[in-house]
């Protein structure tokens, strides 16, 4: 792999195994470095993608992208993102084990475009019909509906995900997406109510407010002023130069309609964002008395129609909070805080379970409803939010960075612990590498009792006095001993100066991040008062009457509190993931500005250190590349051997030694295990698969003809596609029974018992074309095509040709056109006539021998407007005793003239000239021949020119003469005036001699030239 992958990519080294200095971290980003400035922005580490975020369109993304990669080996194509998704693609329907793909990196550094890229992948390259079309749609449009409501501008990213996202994608037996489900995690609601300066909102909001047409925000009560909106004002930045709110307003519009909404419904969710934006306007008056009530009505008007509410019990609701006293209910008024956040808990609630609804909607659009055919598979993409380390870290980024903590165990579980524990199962002598385990702090915030999360708990349910600073005190009690929990009071004088003494420090794998504690238990309990819960039950509102149920009015039982249910999704998510096979992208932000080319070292190298990348290329180094089962290995590569093939009667161990033995492999190649082979290298185990695909090769014919009946579009590469997927599922291993019986019967006609392995072989052929196409016009190789093949092979093969030359000719310039015009020409009159034409092929014609001052003045000047199109200097031999004169011959739109310094000696119009001569030896010399009664003339003329294909093919060209060139053998007559002749004797001799002889004919000795071969054409 080593050479193969640097020859094809030469700027640093696609995968960071192949470092030299792999340990070192700064070789490790100046080879991230190099690459990014190359626009190069992925590279591997093993099997895992590191991705930096190009902050511009790359040309990497196209269809003939997605083809390249294609059923195409892991390392037999440059790094990609869809490679990575090919992979997982091949691996669940070879292996028929689910597959997952984690996606990580800190905020902006391009998770969701990267998971959006994946699903447009298998969108594009999935097999797919009228149902799956729908399925794909659906997925694909889930996008801008789920981010219209999730995502918001934030400082990091104009289109940062607020909420986290699992998307299981699911395929059928033959391999077409047939179903999808979604689970989102941990939407940061409270930024409905609140947003930091220079953030925004969701989207969604000022999608509506900008789109939305007049009617629509009519009957809403809206404004087209986000301004009017006390939500949309607090980060005072509605408008942002890369978000057109306006066009993805209609984009979401039209994602709501494939999905399969109603228009009812669509109508019952904007009443409902148009109902938070309200909302935020409700104006809270009452200072004086201490009790909240509401000064105007206008928004509780426009409240109960949106809401389907009674506008009286709302108002109530919204400055009254019910208690329960001796059993008996009483409304106690609220004061002016209580009241706004009784009414953002309101708000919250409202738009946090819409998007949770909004999400259950979807997956009831994407389920699988077949249920006839359960056995599906399935990719998981997940796209989550990443380590977040601000200025002020609150209960939302406690989760976030717990989440990552989560996360980043289950990459230290599966990747680097699993595989020092497999080789020690194996028994092979393992290196041991450092790396860090995060269990303890994971442990930290979850642990049952004695963990964080349990302890925030106990304050929020407690009776008494709980707060925000109780609960620090409660932690420095209970984990203030832990190594990685520090708080102001608990630290050293350093580490006091930057701290608050409402914070605690918690020390991640990534970091340190200080927590404030205010906020932690009203966020935990994310409580909305009993009424508001009463009043919202009651709602007309359709999508409202489901996220509010009644019977949560009715169930004693407290709900558990935010952070306990995020544990748990987080703790189904882990299962969900264990039970996956995994492959990772890890995303790098390489700036904060969001800008293109810009690499910020100093972040980067924060990145890499806490998405743990040195670690895992640590491991990869150390350890082997791949390992296969002894039986699945034998299995598939005993055919390479005499002595496996076709059955190994002994060990498996021993058959495996024989069969690497007899590959040639290197001892520090490979280690056999207990059960298994471990193999160093990838370039062994690709060595390994070229021979198999040989052997199989060899094997094969197939008498399919589907490719004639195809039309003849000009893309072969997804011709050759398009076959595969009629074809043979490349995915389905080899089937030995089945393919030595169908190698029996490989001569007879299609039957149960070859067609398999008549398509394997069609398959193999179509794959290595696939792989194989000629580079370009003059690559003439072409895979030899089974015997059955031959003719659609022929067919492919002009259509590639007919492709090429199209794509050359759509490219070329003007003048190259014209000067290829020439050239064909020139070959339709010299080629294998005259024994000088090879060489002049390589060498491109000019515009003219001889310019402007080498022309004397005068004959310019008596040229007058006629215009010079090729002026070459010439030798002319006088009609009598060939004496030899340097003359020039100048070819205008009509007429060739000789000239002699400053003269024009003779002017010959096209229309007089009868023809031309030339030998057909190397010599320049040719004869222009004139009409011999014409007085004017003195007769033909012999000239002889250093360029004479070049000459000679301009004068066919200005006189239009390519059929009056005549290439002579032995000897040329021509007319000296006045019905005398005169003879040129041409012979081919050692060199150029040209003298009269005694005979009175003019003698040409012509050289013979040295002929290097066969002369395609000159080099394009
Ligand atoms: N492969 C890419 N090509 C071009 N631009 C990209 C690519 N990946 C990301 N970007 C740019 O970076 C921006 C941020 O990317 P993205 O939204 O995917 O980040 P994220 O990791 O999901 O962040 P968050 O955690 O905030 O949701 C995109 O809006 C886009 O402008
Ligand atoms: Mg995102």
Redesign the pocket.
């Known amino acids: 792999m080593e050479s193969a992958l640097t020859a094809r990519d030469r700027v640093g080294v696609q995968d960071f195994v192949l470092l030299e200095n792999h340990t070192s971290e700064a070789a490790f980003i100046e080879n991230l470095r190099k690459r990014f400035k190359e626009n190069l922005?992925y590279t591997y580490i093993g099997s895992v993608l590191v991705s930096v975020?190009?902050?511009?369109?790359?040309e990497i993304y196209t269809k003939n992208h997605m083809e390249r990669y294609r059923g195409v080996n892991f390392y037999e194509v440059s790094p990609h993102l869809y490679a990575v998704s090919d992979n997982s693609y091949r691996s669940m329907r070879t292996e028929r084990k689910d597959q997952c793909i984690l996606i990580s990196?800190e905020?902006?550094?391009?998770?969701?475009?990267?998971s959006k890229k994946i699903l447009q992948y298998y969108a594009v390259t999935c097999p797919a019909s009228e149902h799956v079309q729908t399925i794909k749609d659906r997925l694909l449009q889930s996008n801008p509906v789920l981010e219209a409501f999730g995502n918001a501008k934030?400082l990091?990213?104009?289109?940062?995900?607020r909420f986290g996202k699992y998307m299981d994608i699911q395929f059928d037996f033959k391999g077409a997406p047939v179903g999808g489900h979604i689970i989102n995690y941990l939407l940061e609601k409270s930024r409905v109510v609140h947003q930091n300066h220079g953030e925004r909102n969701f989207h969604i909001f000022y999608q509506l407010i900008e789109g939305g047409e007049e009617d629509l925000l009519r009957r809403l009560g809206l404004e087209r002023n986000p301004q009017q909106y006390q939500y949309l004002v607090k980060g005072n930045c509605p408008k942002v130069s890369s978000i057109n709110d306006r066009s993805d307003w209609k984009v979401v519009r039209k994602a709501l309609t494939v999905i399969g909404f109603s228009e009812d419904e669509v109508e019952e969710l904007l009443n409902i964002i148009a109902s938070v934006l309200h909302l935020g306007n409700v104006q809270y008056g009452g200072e004086d008395s201490g009790n909240a009530c509401i000064t105007s009505d206008t928004q509780i008007k426009y409240l109960a129609r949106l809401l389907g509410v009674n506008g009286t019990v709302l108002t109530e609701a919204l400055t009254h909070k019910k208690i329960i006293a001796k059993g008996e209910e009483l409304m106690s008024p609220l004061n002016l805080e209580q009241a706004s956040s009784a009414r953002d808990a309101l708000s919250k609630a409202v738009y946090g379970r819409t998007f949770t609804w909004l999400v259950n909607k979807i997956n009831a659009s994407l389920a699988y409803t077949d249920d006839s055919y359960k056995n599906w598979s399935v990719i998981g993409l997940l796209?989550i939010?990443?380590f977040e380390v601000f200025q002020n870290n609150s209960f939302e980024q406690f989760c976030i960075n717990y989440c990552n903590e989560k996360l980043q165990q289950l990459f230290i579980e599966l990747t680097l612990k699993s595989e020092q524990e497999e080789y020690e199962a194996e028994g092979i002598t393992w290196e041991p590498v450092q790396y860090f385990n995060n269990k303890i702090i994971c442990d930290l915030v979850e642990e049952k009792f004695k963990g964080i999360i349990s302890i925030l708990d106990e304050e929020c349910l407690r009776p008494g006095d709980a707060s925000d600073i109780t609960f620090l005190e409660k932690l420095e009690d209970t984990v203030g001993g832990h190594p990685h929990f520090v708080t102001h009071k608990l630290a050293d004088g350093k580490t006091r100066k930057v701290m608050g003494r409402d914070e605690f420090r918690l020390l991640h794998y990534a970091g340190e991040v200080n927590y404030n504690v205010n906020g932690f238990l009203d966020k935990n309990n994310d409580l909305l008062f009993r009424n508001l819960k009463e009043v919202m039950c009651m709602s007309e509102n359709k999508i409202l009457n489901q996220c509010f149920d009644r019977e949560e009015l009715t169930d004693k039982k407290r709900p558990d509190t935010a952070a306990t249910q995020f544990k748990a999704s987080l703790a189904k998510l882990m299962e969900i993931l264990m039970s996956k096979e995994p492959s990772y992208i890890r995303?790098i932000k390489p700036n904060d500005s969001k800008q293109a080319g810009r690499f910020d070292e100093v972040l980067i190298r924060h990145q890499v250190k806490y998405l743990g990348l040195m670690e895992n290329l640590r491991v990869r180094r150390a350890g082997f590349a791949y390992r296969r089962r002894y039986e699945v290995f034998l299995q598939r590569y005993k055919s390479l051997c005499p002595d496996t093939w076709p059955n190994w009667r002994g060990k498996l161990a021993d058959g495996v030694a024989t069969l690497v033995k007899h590959l040639g492999y290197k001892p520090e190649e490979y280690k056999l295990g207990r059960s298994k082979i471990f193999i160093r290298f990838p370039k062994t185990l690709f060595a390994t698969e070229d021979a198999l695909e040989t052997r199989k090769h060899s094997l094969g014919e197939s008498p399919q003809h589907v490719l004639l009946s195809l039309p003849s579009p000009l893309n072969l590469s997804h011709i050759v596609t398009i076959c595969l997927s009629h074809t043979f599922h490349s995915d389905t291993p080899l089937q030995p029974p089945r393919f030595i019986k169908g190698f029996i019967y490989r001569h007879q006609e299609r039957c149960p018992e070859n067609e398999y392995f008549l398509d394997y072989v069609r398959y193999s052929f179509l794959m290595k074309l696939r792989r194989n196409l000629p580079k370009n016009v003059l690559d003439k190789s072409w895979p030899t095509p089974p015997a059955a093949l031959t003719e659609a092979s022929e067919h492919l093969r002009k259509m590639c040709m007919q492709n090429m030359v199209w794509t050359y000719c759509k490219r070329i310039s003007p003048e190259w056109k014209h000067q290829m015009e020439q050239k064909m020409i020139a070959s339709e009159i010299f080629k294998d006539k005259k024994d000088n034409y090879p060489q002049s092929v390589p060498k491109l014609f000019v515009s003219t021998r001889l310019n402007g001052e080498e022309i004397n003045p005068k004959v310019l000047q008596a040229l007058g407007t006629e215009k010079m199109k090729y002026a070459v200097p010439v030798t002319k031999y006088d009609r009598k005793g060939y004496k030899a004169r340097p003359r020039q011959l100048l070819l205008t739109a009509n007429c060739a003239i000789i000239v002699e310094e400053a003269k024009l000696k003779q002017r010959i119009d096209y229309k007089a000239l009868k023809g031309v001569s030339v030998s057909s030896l190397s010599d320049g010399l040719f004869v222009l021949h004139v009409p011999s009664d014409d007085n004017k003339q003195k007769g033909d003329v012999v000239l002889q020119s250093d360029h004479v294909i070049e000459t000679l093919t301009k004068v066919a060209i200005c006189a239009d003469k390519i059929n009056n060139i005549n290439i002579n053998q032995g000897s040329i007559t021509f007319t000296v005036g006045q019905g005398k002749e005169g003879i040129i004797d041409f012979t081919p001799g050692s060199e150029l001699l040209v003298a009269k002889a005694k005979n009175g004919h003019l003698s040409v000795v012509s050289p013979t030239l040295f002929c290097p071969g066969t002369w395609e054409g000159f080099h394009m």
């Open positions: 922005i975020n190009p902050y511009k369109d790359l990196g905020s902006g550094a391009g998770k969701t475009e990267a934030t990091r990213n104009d289109n940062s995900s796209d939010y990443g995303c």
